[in-house]
């Protein structure tokens, strides 16, 4: 449903769509574009993922798969801010949380925190 997840190519980060996003952005929970020290933070246990199939027209033309996965490895909760981006739309459209069987298919505006449950992952596609 989404071939941004079965891309033939490498994702870069500096490939980017037509309103500036890259094909892929790595985020820290505070909603932050990961930099050095977050990646070497041995305490951080939390961050997120931007796939951007608007960047890669070859996988999608119509360019509305944008997904962000939130992954959360601590024991407890962890608040992680979705990603505000240009041309975001609705939001943020929960797909799956491994913390909730049943999905829950809420969507969610830009920018507001969000709680991460202990060793939990969720997909969002942009809404």
């Known amino acids: 449903e989404y071939p941004i997840l079965r ?3 490498f994702l870069n980060g500096k490939t980017r769509c037509a309103d500036g996003v890259a094909d892929i952005c790595w985020y ?6 990961m930099e050095n020290h977050h990646w070497t933070d041995t305490q951080g246990r939390c961050f997120g993922v931007l796939l951007n199939g608007a960047a890669v027209s ?4 119509d360019g509305k798969s944008r997904l962000f996965m939130a992954f959360n490895a601590h024991g407890a909760p962890v608040s992680f801010r979705l990603p505000v981006l240009p041309g975001g739309g609705n939001g943020w459209q929960k797909i ?8 829950g298919k ?3 505006p830009q920018g ?3 709680p991460v449950s202990g060793r939990s992952f969720i ?3 942009q809404a």
């Open 7 to 9: 891309h033939s190519e």
């Open 28 to 33: 820290a929970p505070d909603g932050s574009e």
């Open 58 to 61: 070859n996988d999608d033309k």
């Open 96 to 103: 799956i949380d491994t913390d909730m069987p049943d999905g």
């Open 106 to 108: 809420s969507i969610f």
């Open 112 to 114: 507001i925190p969000l």
């Open 123 to 125: 997909l969002f596609r």
